[in-house]
């Protein structure tokens, strides 16, 4: 079992920048990979990018590449994602994911914080 909890949303203007945070805690150990995901409003959840829990490999969505960056912290098991140039169809609720094999599915999930961008 692992527990997340997210943090570090709010309302910015259309160009400006959010850091959000994660925090993992239990069964953190055998995380492959963990991973930050957004639901718009009448959209479905759609992955923002992903850092791999061994070796910090990252992945990131077409929309958000070159605006946005994912780090991890291991010792405090925590991991980031910093947001820049933000436009207001990053509006959503992010989520934070955890997986717990190269194969799996994202089992493990925070309550979620909203990111409004005001154009």
């Known amino acids: 079992q692992v527990h997340l909890v997210e943090s570090g949303g709010g309302l910015v203007q259309a160009g400006g920048s959010l850091r959000l945070s994660c925090t993992a805690s239990?069964?953190?150990?055998?995380?492959?990979?963990m991973g930050w995901f957004r639901q718009a409003p009448g959209k479905e959840r759609e992955i923002v990018a992903r850092?791999?829990?061994?070796?910090?490999?990252?992945f990131y969505a077409d929309t958000v590449k070159e605006r946005f960056t994912i780090s991890r912290d291991i010792v405090r098991k925590m991991v980031y994602l910093q947001m820049n140039s933000l436009r207001s169809e990053d509006t959503a609720v992010y989520y934070c994911?955890?997986?717990?094999?190269?194969?799996?599915?994202?089992?493990?999930w925070g309550q979620g914080t909203q990111v409004t961008v005001s154009s």
């Open positions: 994911g955890v997986v717990m094999k190269p194969d799996g599915e994202y089992g493990y």
């Open positions: 239990g069964r953190t150990i055998s995380m492959y990979a």
């Open positions: 850092v791999r829990w061994s070796n910090g490999e990252r």
